[in-house]
Nanobody, 116 residues
Framework: QVQLVESGGGSVRPGGSLRLSCGAS????????MSWYRQAPGEERELVAN????????YYSDSVKGRFTISRDNTKKTVYLQMNSLKPEDAAVYYC?????????WGQGTQVTVSS
């Protein structure tokens, strides 16, 4: 079993920055992609960014491209999401997800609030 623990959420003003972390533990063999999703109240969960753990190739949704950066530290089994120039519409619960040959595993989520 894989366990994912997110951290780094909080409350910031528009234009501010946050860095989310997601640490993986347990049976991490076979994980090939790590993703960040978010879900705002009343909205569907949406993919924000993902990264291939071998190649480092990343994908970003149009809404965050140029502002967010996903990165990984394979030695620490940790994925990061650097979020800059935050907007009120970025406010949501952010979830880390690990995709492996066995399926998808979710973290518990971390709240991001953006307001003045």
């Amino acid at each position: 079993q894989v366990q994912l623990v997110e951290s780094g959420g909080g409350s910031v003003r528009p234009g501010g920055s946050l860095r989310l972390s997601c640490g993986a533990s347990g049976n991490t063999f076979g994980i090939y992609t790590m993703s960040w999703y978010r879900q705002a109240p009343g909205e569907e969960r949406e993919l924000v960014a993902n990264i291939n753990l071998d190649s480092g190739m990343a994908y970003y949704s149009d809404s965050v491209k140029g502002r967010f950066t996903i990165s990984r530290d394979n030695t620490k089994k940790t994925v990061y999401l650097q979020m800059n120039s935050l907007k009120p519409e970025d406010a949501a619960v952010y979830y880390c997800a690990a995709i492996s040959t066995a399926g998808i595993k979710w973290g518990q989520g971390t709240q991001v609030t953006v307001s003045s």
